[in-house]
T-cell receptor
Framework: DGGITQSPKYLFRKEGQNVTLSCEQN?????MYWYRQDPGQGLRLIYY???????QKGDIAEGYSVSREKKESFPLTVTSAQKNPTAFYLC???????????FGPGTRLTVT | AQSVTQLDSQVPVFEEAPVELRCNYS??????LFWYVQYPNQGLQLLLK??????LVKGINGFEAEFNKSQTSFHLRKPSVHISDTAEYFC?????????????FGKGTLLTVNP
């Protein structure tokens, strides 16, 4: 089945540690996105990529980094510079011929 | 830039009652409109979208929405809800044209269907 995989579903880290969230898709989509979701805040765009080896900052990129070395993979690193990293992180992808974004199941990150 | 306002953060209803979830948007250009649903601890799933044509759009699970350009609204409706419709619903917009494929989301409406 085609879809988006995010792993792990739950992730716990100590403050000051960097952590990388995985996002893999087998939909052959060109564009991929990372969102952060906080209760009552909706989804906020962190980074997006429309092509391999290229990505753009979204609305809340500070404290995050990404890479896009392969079409199917778009990992997100939450660095120690992110002041409030505890959140639900959602990855999405989109075919270039469509406006619809497909979402993964999300990773809930807790930093203590 | 675009913005989305979902007028109700929570909507409680009884099973088999009708429901309307309200969405208003602001944009200096024409937009595409979307409704997504999120079940607890899951990703988002597209319910329906308005790109062009008929302003009444039908989606999955019996939901429909009507685009009203003069009121800049895209309200979501269902004539009879089920317990399984309990979820959070997000309205989103995208500006027409250009190479910017960003979606702007509202803050969500939590629909709770009670027996």
């Amino acid at each position: 089945d085609g879809g988006i995989t995010q792993s792990p579903k739950y992730l716990f880290r100590k403050e000051g540690q960097n952590v990388t969230l995985s996002c893999e898709q087998n939909l052959n989509h060109d564009a991929m996105y990372w969102y952060r979701q906080d209760p009552g805040q909706g989804l906020r765009l962190i980074y997006y990529s429309q092509i391999v080896n290229d990505f753009q900052k979204g609305d809340i990129a500070e404290g995050y980094s990404v890479s896009r070395e392969k079409k199917e993979s778009f990992p997100l690193t939450v660095t120690s510079a992110q002041k409030n990293p505890t959140a639900f992180y959602l990855c999405a992808s989109r075919a270039m011929s469509s406006y619809e974004q497909y979402f993964g199941p999300g990773t809930r990150l807790t930093v203590t | 830039a675009q913005s989305v306002t979902q007028l109700d953060s929570q909507v409680p209803v009884f099973e088999e009652a009708p429901v309307e979830l309200r969405c208003n948007y602001s944009s200096s250009v024409s937009v595409y409109l979307f409704w997504y649903v999120q079940y607890p601890n899951q990703g988002l799933q597209l319910l329906l979208k308005y790109l062009s044509g008929s302003t009444l759009v039908k989606g999955i699970n019996g939901f429909e929405a009507e685009f009203n350009k003069s009121q800049t609204s895209f309200h979501l409706r269902k004539p009879s809800v089920h317990i399984s419709d309990t979820a959070e619903y997000f309205c989103a917009v995208k500006a027409r044209g250009g190479s910017n494929y960003k979606l702007t989301f509202g803050k969500g409406t939590l629909l709770t269907v009670n027996p």
